[in-house]
């Protein structure tokens, strides 16, 4: 096998999302910490279970990133490795994945990228990476086209409860402050791996509305590009979103899916995170 593609479990992929003779595919964990109880993000959604345990306690929650030792007994089976993982800004996962590379026998033949995002953004960054190896590129090249496509990545997203983004320091507490306590449903955006406010809204109706229009503001060509729409327990509005995407623009695909454990722990229910 001459290249392998690993990325966290921030992606909400299984190791089964990418079945291939030529590329390897595994998924490094992230672990939940709950009242005492330890939910590792692994193959086994986990999800409805660490929002029950989360409803049930008023106990701060942490998440843990992957050991070195969990990337690095990844890095093998090939010849070239390619690491994706969630923002730096928001996980030590990236520089668990640097350590590890520093530690392998072959460096120059690892490639850790910051995804400076999460959930749908890593899916579309391992989508290129496969397109980017079966085209013959070169690993030098790969990583130069795969940096460009993390750099011109967007990520849009409403959630209807701030709870452990606000008790775990990694969101503005302006943009906690206006959720929790004025009934505002803000438009967050990723910006450079921090997340930042776009627009104040008093419904979440009308911010998914907005939200359709930024996606034109951000991103002005759509043709050649996916958009993944992620949620916790909002099935009904991540299947409204994707009508009013699929109709407003000309994305090759529009994917739903289902936040798995980790991305449940943050953006809890009722969230809805557009990548594209």
């Known amino acids: 096998m001459k290249y392998k593609i690993i990325v966290d479990s921030s992606s909400n992929l299984t190791k089964d999302y990418l079945v291939d003779d030529e590329i390897g595919f595994d998924v490094a964990p992230l672990t939940l910490n709950i009242a005492g109880k330890e ?120 959630l209807d409860k701030f709870d452990n983004f606000i008790k775990s320091g990694r969101i503005n507490k302006l943009v906690g402050f206006l959720a929790s306590k004025l009934a505002i449903k803000p438009l967050c955006y990723g910006d450079n791996g921090e997340i930042k406010i776009m627009a104040k809204i008093r419904t979440f109706p009308g911010v998914i509305k907005k939200l359709v229009v930024e996606i034109g503001s951000l991103c002005k060509e759509t043709k050649d590009r996916i958009c993944v729409i992620s949620h916790t327990c909002n099935e009904k509005f991540a299947n409204v979103l994707k009508e009013l995407i699929s109709k407003a623009y000309h994305f090759k695909e529009v994917i739903i899916e289902k936040n798995r454990a980790l991305c449940s722990f943050y953006a809890l229910e009722g969230g809805i995170i557009v990548s594209f």
């Open 39 to 158: 939910y590792v993000d692994d193959e086994v959604d986990k999800a409805d279970e660490v929002l029950e345990a989360l409803n049930s306690t008023k106990e701060k929650a942490t998440s843990s990133c992957p050991s070195t030792g969990v990337y690095l007994e990844m890095m093998s089976g090939a010849t070239y490795y390619i690491v994706i993982t969630l923002t730096e800004k928001l996980s030590g996962s990236y520089n668990s994945a640097l350590v590890a590379k520093s530690m392998h026998t072959t460096p120059n033949n690892v490639f850790v990228l910051d995804s400076k995002l999460v959930c749908g953004a890593l899916r579309i960054l391992v989508n290129k990476a496969v397109e980017l190896i079966k085209s013959g590129l070169s690993f030098e090249e790969i990583q130069k086209q795969l940096t460009i496509e993390r750099d011109n990545g967007n990520l849009l997203f409403v």
